[in-house]
């Protein structure tokens, strides 16, 4: 086990840590509260207001004029609330523009589940997150970084472990050398910097030369069994690896602000969420409802619909609440002004694509101890992702594929549902070799050909979102807006209860 | 989001990553199979074996010997096994050596829970999560690192979110200018250079001119909400916290092999594996059996015991498991060589010691957004754990000490429990303002003063590996011996498993 002061010893020299915590003063200063925005409050003067799109800007939005009072109905296409919130489950069908269906061969069981939209919750989530905890939606940690995942590193798989070890210790090894030649630009003492290497020393796993040799961070080469010896630690990878994009990649991306730990997911799958909302909202939902036109008229709009039994109704309301993705909404015939048109049909949406297969056996947690966690692969399918649930059960669902390059996605989505599974199992069989032999009854959704959302997330260049994000943010007569895409965390579903928040202080404004 | 394909250019200059992946050959090779012991081939020829001593390693080996079909008896001095493996719930109570006796005064709620002893299973404990798997414990994921708790810093507490990009930043600045010192020492093209100096930035947010400005991965100073402007970044820390060691500490521990992601616990307490191992045991478990004396016999060894009814009882087997703590076993009545019992009283144990309060509310995700994890304070309470359980539940128990250092331990062992409680909601407060009045109903463990442990795990010096170590793992006559001070994992329940398994191979030898 770790001792303390051995390490707190290790680090400051005489005199040092706690003393240096005693005598400096205000520093680093109390960290704020996190950031919390709020839904605004609304006027409790029954207001009227249709909202198009059950997703989570939608719902959101909703339940917030509900609780005020308002008379709010919400129109959905699909059969139930969510939108790319969408959980998949045994038995569930899913089809892209031009088919085929695919039907899940999973036996129904409540940790055999694939989220192929969001699936992980960041803890900074103030919004999506308070509306789990006011509805009661059960919460469980997502590992979203696990050492014990593999990288494809040049020269095959390593594990994770392996890799930031070995890459904190280079970085380590190099920074004393850059100490040395007086990188820190600081008035420091000679007692400092030794103080700093010797706590860099520490921080990179170095030896008492400020050397990486190897480390046990980076796994065991033997380890700990019921022999007499001690365990031996992993040697260092070939410095060569550092070469590798992906190496670095894979080394990363835990530590992006969305991506840090910890982070979380709905027991039972992602749209728990959706569920709650749409449970709470309950007849105000209409499921099934496909809108056709949009309208202004006189005292508001005009929305043309299309029920589940063919028929086309027609709904006028003071004001509408668009809360759908900008790829289809750039595709509804509309009066809005050109302008936005344009903005709506110029917003690039990332093409991402998932695939999840059924394992008959848990064989990443049999065979190599990986219990949740992402894998990194240089090939097509990119990422696998481990369920970070139901450890040990039979079965397992593994997410074979997560493609966010538009390139990359594009072969994918073209590919027939078939080809997609053969392709990924084969690339899954680089990471874990006999993969492709234990995984089956695939499913995929390339969210490019999804028909209610025809993109997974909108991607804003610089450019644009000066121009047009302002203007896509804004009320256009009737006509009120939505959606991840009006926010600045594109592609989460926190995004989507911000716009909503946004829109809804629109909505509270004065009625003309 | 992230974009992939931005990320790779980003890191590897033209003809980079895949490149790199494509063309470099054999540098990594394949990850080996996590080191996996076993429990050995025990022959079936029904011997008979007395273990003393219900901690994990005394149930494993009584489990093993029972399904080869031994006649084996466990003797236990509890009211139920477990050892140092316990979990504390509303209504129980736990008496220290000297009392007086802590009753704890929580609801009977399944999330309502206290491990005071091991609290955590990393993923490559490959023995005691095979226990799990095979009786049916269920796991759940247990955060060790959360980038939002709060680290005890000069000037004041700030997430460890801002500890950890501050200082990977710093130190891939340092490691720039290191690399430009030629400090690789590895024949390196410019080509290389520059790709090098490309991904260290990215590695540790730098700027284009490969200094560290902040960047979001230490957080929002302005967070993403429902306005037009984009969020912004905090700024760095003031360099001086650099010199603290509280900071470099926790900015390191979750890299060490045992502390990594994937980390697990059972679900609703760790007393879960031993109950488990116990029911499997059934009758061959004897609870409250408290041994007084082992003497060796003619053909075996006599071991007396008192049973719950206050009588002493007598009982002989042609072998013995002694499967206690080592200061436990060095104060018994025993016939053991002088240098077996003057190595167990030599043996350090940690005298760590950890304390849990109830909070009505669970303030720390209400206000700060932290679900599960440790924050660090260089105060004396050392680490406060925040349950990776229960998320948005009523109420929930929080652990607001952690010491392990001896002298800190020492300290608070000597304190009656109110007093301990009160200076140890008073280091709470200086991370959480107003935690004092948050918190409630504490019960503290302090393990050199729990009278069938006398320490909470053994601490070899490299001398005692080197002579004691041997000497306390081999057989003497009639006598066999496992407990986590028998391993290279000592304090871990895994540490128990392997001696348990090698004291196996030795009871599994020829029989006299």
């Avoid at 970085?171 to 007692?191: D, H, M, N, R, Y």
């Avoid at 031996?232 to 080394?251: K, Q």
């Avoid at 709650?276 to 209409?286: E, G, I, K, N, R």
């Avoid at 947690?365 to 970070?388: F, K, N």
Wanted: proline content about 6%; some cysteine.
């Amino acid at each position: 086990m770790i001792t303390r002061r051995a390490l707190l010893d290790g680090v400051a020299a005489a005199g040092g840590a706690r003393a240096a915590i005693a005598t400096l003063a205000a520093l680093g200063g109390l960290e704020a509260t996190p950031t919390r925005a709020a839904a605004p409050d609304l006027p409790r003067d029954g207001r009227r207001v249709l909202v198009v799109g059950g997703g989570i800007a939608g719902l959101v939005a909703a339940l917030e004029m509900q609780r005020a009072g308002w008379s709010v109905r919400l129109l959905e296409a699909a059969s139930q609330a969510g939108g790319r919130c969408m959980t998949l489950r045994g038995g569930d069908a899913v089809e892209e523009i031009g088919g085929p269906a695919q039907r899940i061969g999973w036996n129904a069981s409540p940790h055999l589940y694939f989220n192929p939209g969001p699936a992980r919750i960041p803890h900074h989530h103030r919004g999506i997150l308070g509306y789990c905890r006011a509805l009661g939606v059960p919460l469980e940690v997502l590992v979203n970084e696990n050492r014990a995942a593999l990288v494809d590193a040049p020269g095959g798989p390593v594990a994770l472990r392996r890799v930031q070890a070995d890459l904190r210790g280079v970085v380590a090894e190099l920074a004393v050398k850059g100490l040395g030649a007086g990188g820190l630009g600081l008035p420091v003492t000679e007692a400092d910097l030794a103080r700093l290497r010797q706590a860099l020393r520490f921080w990179g796993g170095l030896d008492a030369e400020s050397r990486y040799r190897g480390n046990s961070r980076a796994g065991w080469a033997v380890g700990p069994d019921t022999g007499l010896a001690p365990p031996r630690p992993n040697v260092p990878l070939d410095p060569r690896v550092l070469m590798s994009g992906e190496v670095w990649l894979a080394a990363s991306f835990a530590e992006g602000i969305d991506y840090q730990a910890t982070m979380l997911q709905p027991v039972g799958g992602m749209d728990r969420i959706a569920a709650a909302l749409a449970l709470a909202l309950s007849d105000t939902v209409v499921t099934g409802a496909e809108v056709q036109s949009l309208r202004r008229t006189e005292d508001g709009a005009r929305v043309t619909w299309r029920a589940t039994d063919g028929a086309v109704r027609e709904e006028a309301a003071p004001r509408v609440l668009l809360a759908l993705p900008a790829p289809v909404l750039a595709r509804l015939d509309t009066d809005f002004s050109a302008e936005r048109r344009e903005a709506l049909a110029g917003l690039h949406y990332s093409q991402a694509a998932k695939l999840a297969f059924l394992a008959e056996r848990r064989f990443w947690e049999e065979d190599a101890a990986i219990y949740g966690g992402i894998s990194w692969t240089g090939r097509d399918a990119t990422q696998l992702w481990y369920p970070s649930h139901g450890f040990h059960a039979a079965k397992g669902v593994l997410v074979g594929a997560y493609i966010w390059d538009d390139d990359v996605a594009a072969r994918f989505a073209a590919l027939p549902p078939e080809a997609r599974a053969v392709a990924m199992a084969a690339d899954g069989d680089a990471l874990h070799s006999g993969y492709a032999r234990e995984v089956s009854a695939p499913v995929s959704v390339a969210w490019a050909r999804m028909p209610r959302a025809r993109g997974a997330w909108a991607e804003w260049t610089a450019a644009q979102r000066t121009r047009e994000y302002p203007l896509l943010r804004e009320p256009e007569g009737p006509y009120h807006f939505a959606g991840e895409y009006l926010s600045w965390l594109t592609g989460w579903q926190e995004g989507a209860v911000l716009s909503a928040w946004n829109a809804l202080a629109g909505l509270a404004g004065p009625q003309r």
